[in-house]
């Protein structure tokens, strides 16, 4: 279960569950993550957060995101089951200004299996990103830092292939502020997921390609290397970021590690398909 109740420590000093987090005020980081709560369930948007709810580094950011996904557990129920990762091309890095990924947290509550069926409504956007899941057979250790894709793979257990759904709460949300991206729980809205497949052991990754269909038609076309170069640099990377902000990937886990090509808006009566070859599929499609 994962769940937070905060508190005030002193002066500067912020504890979420049983995260300490240092320079920043208690107020600013509780607040922040409520506001961006109150937005996804009043369904607004801003052009930023309020300037004394903004993030000042990854630190505070990941604090903050910490903090609204303890009001999204506590208003939907569920629990955390795993971790996505955004900004994982160079193209979009440079768009906002950062020189590496970032991730958020995976929810149960908006995690769906194939085929999945959503209501249109429920999102500002439906912005699809056609992803290499995976899910984690063995705790992977937080005392290690120096993580390849060779190692990490080694706590993999079974691949999914993976649909993310991206909204936001912000006028521009192609021009927000990565720290404000970051804290909004990296956009992330809901998930959708195949079946696992341990075939992904006998293929390279990186050039393995996949398809986006919409109604039958190929809309994206793209392979894993789009992601860091390979989906298993971003589950390394991811691996050795996580305990610097607290957390740490365990078995059972699920991560999607970042759109494999251009990404697509959807639209309310649109049935998708993310098709991985011989790694399987992932339905989902859109009520009007």
């Known amino acids: 279960m994962f769940a937070f109740q905060d508190s005030f420590l002193g002066e500067g000093v912020f504890l979420s569950g049983?995260?300490?987090?240092?320079?920043?005020?208690?107020?600013?980081?509780?607040?922040?993550?409520?506001?961006?709560?109150?937005?996804?369930?009043?369904?607004?948007?801003?052009?930023?957060?309020?300037?004394?709810?903004?993030?000042?580094?990854?630190?505070?950011?990941?604090?903050?995101?910490d903090a609204l996904v303890s009001a999204l557990l506590a208003e939907h129920g569920g629990h955390r089951i795993g971790?996505?990762?955004?900004?994982?091309?160079?193209a979009v890095q440079k768009q906002f200004g950062v020189d590496g990924?970032?991730?958020?947290?995976?929810?149960?509550?908006?995690?769906?299996?194939?085929?999945?069926?959503?209501?249109?409504?429920?999102?500002?956007?439906?912005?699809?990103?056609?992803?290499?899941?995976?899910?984690?057979?063995?705790?992977?250790?937080?005392d290690r830092e120096a993580w390849t894709p060779e190692?990490?793979?080694?706590?993999?257990?079974?691949?999914?292939?993976?649909?993310?759904?991206?909204?936001?709460?912000?006028?521009d949300w192609l021009h927000a502020p990565a720290l404000t991206v970051a804290a909004d729980n990296a956009t992330n809205a809901a998930w959708a997921y195949g079946e696992r497949t341990q075939?992904?052991?006998?293929?390279?990754?990186?050039?393995?390609?996949?398809?986006?269909?919409?109604?039958?038609?190929?809309?994206?076309?793209?392979?894993?290397?789009?992601?860091?170069?390979?989906?298993?640099?971003v589950l390394a990377w991811l691996a050795g970021e996580l305990p610097r902000h607290g957390h740490s990937l365990s078995a059972g886990d699920h991560v999607?590690?970042?759109?494999?090509?251009?990404?697509?808006?959807?639209d309310a009566g649109d049935e998708i398909v993310g098709d991985f070859g011989a790694l399987g599929r992932v339905e989902l499609s859109f009520d009007a």
């Open 18 to 65: 049983d995260r300490v987090y240092t320079g920043c005020a208690m107020t600013d980081i509780a607040q922040a993550g409520q506001h961006l709560a109150d937005l996804r369930r009043s369904f607004r948007c801003e052009d930023n957060l309020p300037p004394e709810l903004r993030p000042r580094n990854f630190a505070e950011s990941y604090a903050v995101q």
């Open 83 to 90: 971790f996505k990762i955004a900004f994982t091309n160079e």
């Open 101 to 142: 990924p970032m991730f958020g947290q995976i929810l149960s509550h908006s995690a769906h299996s194939s085929p999945a069926r959503l209501s249109a409504s429920r999102f500002h956007v439906r912005c699809i990103e056609i992803e290499f899941g995976f899910v984690m057979g063995r705790d992977v250790p937080a």
């Open 151 to 171: 190692t990490i793979a080694e706590f993999v257990d079974s691949m999914v292939p993976a649909l993310e759904i991206v909204d936001h709460r912000f006028t």
């Open 199 to 233: 075939a992904w052991r006998e293929v390279d990754l990186a050039s393995h390609e996949v398809h986006l269909s919409v109604g039958g038609k190929v809309v994206r076309r793209g392979r894993g290397e789009a992601a860091l170069g390979s989906p298993l640099n």
């Open 256 to 266: 999607t590690t970042g759109v494999c090509t251009e990404i697509y808006l959807a």
